[in-house]
């Protein structure tokens, strides 16, 4: 995916999530307020974390030096050392997931053990005119998955207290 794609990806997921980790019942004013609060609370680790592995465009290669599951992990790690950007390593594994999904080309997931590039034939090219709309229902099945996980798994913003209790 382009990066306008992306950018929609992680705009569309904080909405969403926002609406999701809030999930309220009855709406009222503060219900609204609340989930307003975490979706700007959302947005911005989010689409940092989606931006993030084109970071790559400018050095190493694309769609490999970052876009492993490598990276993520130490993505997904770095809140349980450091106690903060929880929310980050939703944006980068969307980001992965649109690339493998949504584009034509894929990534290099296991990168740098292999530069085999792993990707769905269901993409399209980055500038094609169905790029946004791949990007809208990639989107909304992620937001499907995320919703259910947090719903009958475990609350997403525990993640990060459970991935510490496992390392530590």
Known sequence: MNKEGHVLNA?????GL????VLPTMPSASTALETVEMI???SVPIVLGA???DVDTAFGKHRKTLHNVFVLGVIAAYPVFFDNLQFVWIGVATHFLLDVVGSRRGIAFFYP???QEWGLPSGVTTSSKYANPVTVVVTL???GVLGAFHVYVMPL?????AMNALIL
């Open 18 to 21: 926002g609406v999701v980790l």
């Open 141 to 143: 099945l992620e937001l």
């Open 113 to 115: 053990l292999t530069s």
């Open 40 to 42: 700007v609370r959302l």
């Open 157 to 161: 913003g525990s993640v990060a207290g």
């Open 51 to 53: 931006l993030f592995p």
């Open 11 to 15: 705009a569309l997921l904080s909405v």
